[in-house]
T-cell receptor, first 113, second 115 residues
Framework: GQQLNQSPQSMFIQEGEDVSMNCTSS?????WLWYKQDPGEGPVLLIA?????ELTSNGRLTAQFGITRKDSFLNISASIPSDVGIYFC?????????????FGQGTTLQVKP | DTEVTQTPKHLVMGMTNKKSLKCEQH?????MYWYKQKAKKPPELMFV???????INESVPSRFSPECPNSSLLNLHLHALQPEDSALYLC??????????????FGPGTRLTVL
């Protein structure tokens, strides 16, 4: 099925470093979501974006809804070991696409203490 | 509170067994979902229920049978599964289905192993 292009696929960084990941699409979305998933657990919603150009923060996390509605990025500042996990972006078009979530392939983040 | 609960946490079953997965939410959400997730892959949509009615079946084999007995509960009945059906099964819910603001909240999942 349709997927988003999420990059990078994986990152291995030092504790305290900043992290940036992004998702792009050839189609526009009305909503962008960012989830984090720990091993063996379900995805946890980090940030939801509902308006083009919107910039939203949640603690050390910042995400933006691209102005073209075809991309979004997630930044993590001052990474800590508990940031380890897989981060998924997801786009949604509401009723024009039956409301299904379209997921990126995920970014695996590893943090070295 | 954005909690979706799922039971059991882990399930091991043989190919001839019949088992059920359960999902519950008390957020007043009227849309509920089943997803299947393989290791290191994104979730794949299986079923969508809206106001207790099946709205979407993503061509899922009949050995998976969903049921929504009321607005808070969602079941997935399993019968004659194959080893390739082993995966993490996720339940999710949202306020309604089909609107841009219908953010989906996921449960912790059931890790299913089919022997």
């Amino acid at each position: 099925g349709q997927q988003l292009n999420q990059s990078p696929q994986s990152m291995f960084i030092q504790e305290g470093e900043d992290v940036s990941m992004n998702c792009t699409s050839s189609s526009i979305f009305n909503t962008w979501l960012w989830y984090k998933q720990d091993p063996g657990e379900g995805p946890v919603l980090l940030i939801a974006l509902y308006k083009a150009g919107e910039l939203t923060s949640n603690g050390r996390l910042t995400a933006q809804f691209g102005i073209t509605r075809k991309d979004s990025f997630l930044n993590i500042s001052a990474s800590i070991p508990s940031d380890v996990g897989i981060y998924f972006c997801a786009g949604q078009r509401g009723s024009s696409n039956t409301g299904k979530l379209i997921f990126g392939q995920g970014t695996t983040l590893q943090v070295k203490p | 509170d954005t909690e979706v609960t799922q039971t059991p946490k882990h399930l091991v079953m043989g190919m001839t067994n019949k088992k059920s997965l359960k999902c519950e939410q008390h957020m007043g959400h009227r849309a509920m979902y089943w997803y299947k997730q393989k290791a290191k892959k994104p979730p794949e949509l299986m079923f969508v229920y809206s106001y207790e009615k099946l709205s979407i079946n993503e061509s899922v084999p009949s050995r998976f049978s969903p049921e929504c007995p009321n607005s808070s509960l969602l079941n997935l009945h399993l019968h004659a599964l194959q080893p390739e059906d082993s995966a993490l099964y996720l339940c999710a819910s949202s306020r309604t289905w089909g609107q841009d603001t219908d953010t989906q909240y996921f449960g912790p999942g059931t890790r299913l192993t089919v022997l």
